[in-house]
């Protein structure tokens, strides 16, 4: 009996309930407020699991609560329901796990702030958002939420409002996001117009009969909306700056969560996509582009959340290419010894199970590098050092995530990547090698700046006059958890492994009718750990033996070898300043025509009819004398010029009355 | 000699007028009220003539009359605490000094 399906409407309502009675009620008191965000997220991680088992044993796929919230005839139906499948079941226990273990971190990550009520009770809103467009069955209920999960974003990027950094990130985050959302938006309205329904499930089985442009155009739409939150080059530019919130927020918001909805809004999407293979590609190229451009940027950096933000920024574009590369040989193709289909649904496998254990180090490495920072007050890699011996439980977490970022066996990144080049290599067209190549290539300089970040933060002296503390217990334990998830999450993807387990494997989770074992390919693994070791090996050479007066990015050695191309990638390919020239000089030219145009032409029309009403009005004045006999005689003139013209117009009127 | 229809309309229409008349040239607000009356009476007296006349069975222009009047009743107690008024703030029932609300 499914009963705990039934109640997965709560998993959403709870930490909604928190956030309401947070502000409403409890803002005064910070430890309730604290214990009402934790409890409230503890209880939708229960129930998630509890879903999550429920479908382990055979629940299905269905929607389980509606609510028709504008019922608007037949025209509009605005519905806000709740869809449990794979897809969204994996989202929710990703959700819920690294939501609950940043509540808890940010017990003692926040213990000293004064706006802790504030922040706890903008995480339940988060957390409420981004549960809610997990679960969405229509567009239009994804779409409220993902501006949702934008607005929160939004405050917790500006938590510190009072610094000037914090809050124009925060700006810079929103405008940048709200451009990518004008595409969904634009795709949303596009979908009511051709399908006449906001669900994704009927959108799908009526797309592949849709020839019009604009129907064909709807998945770019989609996917630039994604590019917009998952930053995809060029709209990638937000996530660096939005480190400037706290760092569980960091973790919790632009690592594991919110920047993975762009990737969760394609994967659910991907049937619709895939019969637009142009528009795959498309995706493809842009995720391979932006994985190894970040990656590459990543390498000069020398704050060590930037460091972190590139990286994910490489890890979505690499989620972005295996749902691209699966889709783009089209439905109706074949593959070499492939369906359409099969490589379709294997990039979607490859692309989500990305997501599922990136969520898991990524949020630990941000939360470990929190706990640096908490405790050398400084984000420069180059001022830490030797932390190590200091910070036992931070440092050997740190590096456990460093080495399932690294994908290194058994960690979970390993297979989460290996199934990603493998979807690559598989498609087998030019493009599926290029794409694979770039995958290759990504991840070599991913294990490189991860190993340069430890060996200078972590390994050396430590610098003087720092006393760096390991952090309290409410810290340290959600870092072994994620920790441990980290070495084990990546197990599920590996159909044997995950038998032995007892579990089925991610790919025949996520798609149960799906009869496809994917092949374990030991050349290409082999081939991603042998560049994972070259970039540790390569880290190691340069930065192991570092000196202690090394204490700016000045002192790289990196810079000595690359020359100028260190510049640009310290300068993050001038990609800022290609920004900020195009809204100075396009944007704002653009705005300042069409102020232009505001003030001359719709103001001076306003004006002119505002001015032609006095005009009138004072001409006319002398007619109205104030004597009350002219007035009378007016009327009767008037009257009996009306009973004229009648007459002239209808003798036969005086005979009828007569 | 039968007195018939036209007759009332005739005597209507020359009582009607005599009110538009002294509504236009009566200079004091008092005559003015009073040529007002006039006005109403000629009406009525119409009304209940067709009434008469027209639709003998039906009583549709004697309920016209009586809401006529009451109107008018009302409208004369209305108009004479406007006189009041008036007269108290410019010691004066004339209308032709009577043009402050136009500036």
């Not at chain 1, 997965?8 to 008191?29: D, E, G, K, Q």
């Not at chain 1, 919230?69 to 329901?81: E, M, R, S």
């Not at chain 1, 931070?394 to 390993?414: D, M, N, R, S």
């Not at chain 1, 072994?480 to 599920?492: E, F, Q, R, Y």
Request: some cysteine; proline content about 3%.
């Amino acid at each position: 009996m499914p009963y705990f399906y039934e109640l997965a409407w709560l998993i959403p309502a709870l930490p909604l309930f928190s956030f309401v009675t947070t502000v409403l009620f409890t803002r005064r008191y910070k430890a309730l407020t604290t214990f009402i965000s934790c409890a409230s997220v503890t209880g939708s991680f229960y129930l998630s699991l509890r879903v999550l088992g429920e479908m382990l044993g055979g629940g299905g796929s269905r929607q389980t609560f509606e609510l028709d919230w504008i019922p608007l005839g037949h025209a509009l139906k605005v519905t806000l329901g709740v869809y449990l499948d794979p897809l969204s079941v994996m989202m929710l226990i990703v959700v819920t796990t690294v939501s609950m273990l940043v509540h808890i971190y940010s017990i003692g990550y926040m213990r000293h702030d004064e706006g802790k009520s504030r922040f706890f009770s903008f995480l339940s809103l988060f957390t409420f958002s981004m549960l809610g467009l997990v679960l969405s069955d229509n567009m239009l209920q994804m779409f409220i939420f993902w501006e949702l999960v934008g607005v929160c974003s939004y405050l917790l990027i500006g938590y510190y409002y009072e610094k000037k950094v914090a809050a124009d990130a925060a700006k810079k985050a929103f405008s940048v996001t709200r451009a990518g959302d004008l595409g969904f938006f634009m795709a949303v309205v596009i979908c009511w117009g051709y399908f006449g329904t906001f669900d994704f499930f009927v959108i799908q089985h009526q797309y592949g009969h849709t020839t019009e442009w604009l129907a064909r155009l709807f998945p770019f739409l989609i996917f630039f909306g994604a590019m917009g939150k998952s930053g995809q080059f060029p709209l990638h530019i937000w996530l660096p700056d939005a480190m400037e919130g706290p760092t569980p927020v960091s973790a919790l918001i632009h690592a594991a969560t919110m920047v993975v909805a762009g990737i969760f809004l394609v994967a659910r999407a991907i049937m619709i996509f895939a019969s637009t293979p142009d528009t795959m590609l498309w995706v493809a190229y842009i995720g391979g582009f932006t994985a190894l451009f970040a990656a590459s940027i990543a390498v000069a950096q020398h704050d060590i959340k930037r460091i972190l933000a590139y990286s994910t920024l490489s890890q979505l574009g690499y989620m972005m290419m295996a749902l691209g590369i699966g889709g783009s040989v089209g439905l109706m193709n074949d593959g070499h010894g492939h369906s359409g289909t099969d490589l379709a649904l294997m990039g979607q496998t490859a692309g989500t199970f990305h997501l599922f254990t990136h969520a898991f180090f990524k949020a630990l490495l941000f939360l470990a590098s929190g706990s640096v920072i908490h405790a050398m007050h400084t984000n420069n890699i180059w001022e830490m050092g030797g932390l190590r011996s200091k910070m036992k439980v931070t440092v050997w977490t740190f590096v456990i995530g460093t080495l399932a970022l690294a994908g290194i066996p058994p960690f979970a990144g390993f297979w989460s990547k290996d199934e990603i080049l493998a979807t690559a290599f598989e498609v087998a067209t030019v493009h599926g090698y290029v794409l694979f190549g770039t995958g290759l290539a990504a991840a070599f300089l991913t294990s490189f700046y991860m190993f340069r970040l430890c060996f200078v933060a972590f390994w050396g002296r430590v610098p003087e006059k720092v006393y760096p503390h390991e952090s309290e217990f409410s810290m340290t334990l959600p870092l072994v958890l994620l920790a441990a998830l980290s070495v084990v999450a990546g197990l599920i993807g590996h159909a044997d492994v995950a038998a032995w387990l007892g579990l089925p494997g991610y790919a025949q989770f996520l798609n149960p009718t799906w009869d496809h074992i994917p092949v374990f390919h030991y050349l290409i693994a082999g081939a991603s750990v042998a560049v994972a070791l070259l970039g540790i090996g390569s880290a190691y050479a340069l930065y192991a033996g570092r000196p202690v007066e090394w204490t700016t990015g000045a002192h790289d050695p990196l810079r000595a070898r690359l020359g100028r191309l260190y510049d640009h990638l310290e300068h993050k390919w001038y990609i800022d300043e290609l920004w900020s020239w195009i809204v100075n000089h396009v944007l704002f030219r653009m705005a300042a025509a069409c102020a232009w145009f505001d003030r001359h032409i719709v103001d001076g029309t306003v004006d002119l009819i505002a001015f032609a009403t006095t005009r009138a009005g004072i001409l006319l004045q002398p007619v109205q004398s104030g004597r009350l006999q002219n007035y009378i005689l007016a009327v009767v003139v008037g009257l009996i010029l009306v009973l004229a013209y009648l007459y002239a117009r209808t003798p036969q009127i005086l005979a009828q009355i007569m | 000699m039968d007195v018939g229809l036209y007759h009332y309309l005739v005597l209507g229409g020359v009582l009607f007028c005599i009110g538009l008349v002294g509504v236009m040239i009566r200079r004091s607000v008092i005559a003015m009220l009073i040529a007002v009356e006039i006005l109403f009476n000629s009406i009525n007296l119409i009304a209940v003539a067709f009434n008469r006349f027209v639709y003998p069975g039906q009583v549709t222009g004697q309920v016209f009359v009586v809401f006529i009047m009451t109107v008018a009743a009302a409208e004369a107690a209305v108009a004479l605490a406007i006189v009041m008024s008036v007269y108290r703030n410019f010691r004066s029932v004339e209308v032709d000094g009577l043009t402050v609300l136009k500036k």
